[in-house]
């Protein structure tokens, strides 16, 4: 059984990626900072939860420290929590986009390493996306070119270079970032853009099921890898 956690898998893409590995055959930890928001996602997937929230070290350590109570390993990461932080700019608000965005990644990968080192084919997945990509924000012909997501663009392209580095520093583990594709959650409702988080779970699906020889240290969309 591949043993899987996911942050922030108690809505949107998070969530829809949790049933389809649990209809894979995945043993899935929801992870979700709200316990009430994540058992009752845990219970309707069939999943296990996990209180998570990917700013706070002790609640990051304690979801592992449970996960590797009971499986002794972790075979699939999937970074998956994440804030938007559009309109005005200030400090506080910087802070919290790429405490969330990009530092958790640091503090759940470093607390998940001992159980991913255990597993006989380890993947991390980082949902990042492609508006942290400066090929996309600076070609006219994509719409990230258009969108004004300041926090959220520097700090996913903190992500996706973090999960470059992780791969570069633990060439034992599969360390690759995704742009899952526009989806429609709750953290795309003011735009009013985007297909279903159905849709976008699957391209973080077929990165989480890799094989051994999969690729590692790369950011790639539904069709592949992206420059970035
Ligand atoms: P969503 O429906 O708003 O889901 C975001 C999830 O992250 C929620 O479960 C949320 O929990 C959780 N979260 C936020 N802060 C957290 C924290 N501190 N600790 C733990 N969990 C936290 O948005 P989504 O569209 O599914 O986004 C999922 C990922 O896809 C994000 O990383 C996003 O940047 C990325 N992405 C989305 C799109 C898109 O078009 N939607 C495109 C590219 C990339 P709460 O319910 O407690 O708030």
Known sequence: MTVTLITGANKGIGYETAKQLIASGHTVYVGARDAERGEKAAATLGARFVQLDVTDDASVNGALATIGAAEGRLDVLVHNAGVLGDGDL????????????????????????????????????????????????????????????????????????????????????????????????????????????????????????????????????EDGVLPW
Do not use: C
């Open 90 to 221: 200030d400090g506080p608000k910087a802070l919290r986009v790429f405490d969330t965005n990009a530092v958790g990644i640091v503090r759940v990968t470093e607390a998940a390493l001992p159980l991913l080192r255990a597993s006989a084919n380890p993947t991390v997945v980082t949902v990042s996306s492609s508006a942290g990509s400066f090929w996309a924000v600076n070609n006219p012909e994509r719409v990230e070119s258009t969108l004004p997501l300041t926090l959220y663009s520097a700090s996913k392209a903190a992500a996706t270079m973090l999960t470059v580095q992780y791969a570069k520093a633990h060439p034992g583990i599969r360390f690759n970032a995704v742009e899952p594709g526009p989806t429609a959650t709750d953290m795309t409702a003011a735009f009013g853009i985007g297909r279903s988080p159905e849709e976008s779970a699957r391209v973080v699906v077929r990165l989480a099921t890799l094989g051994a020889d999969g690729p590692t240290g790369t950011l790639q969309d």
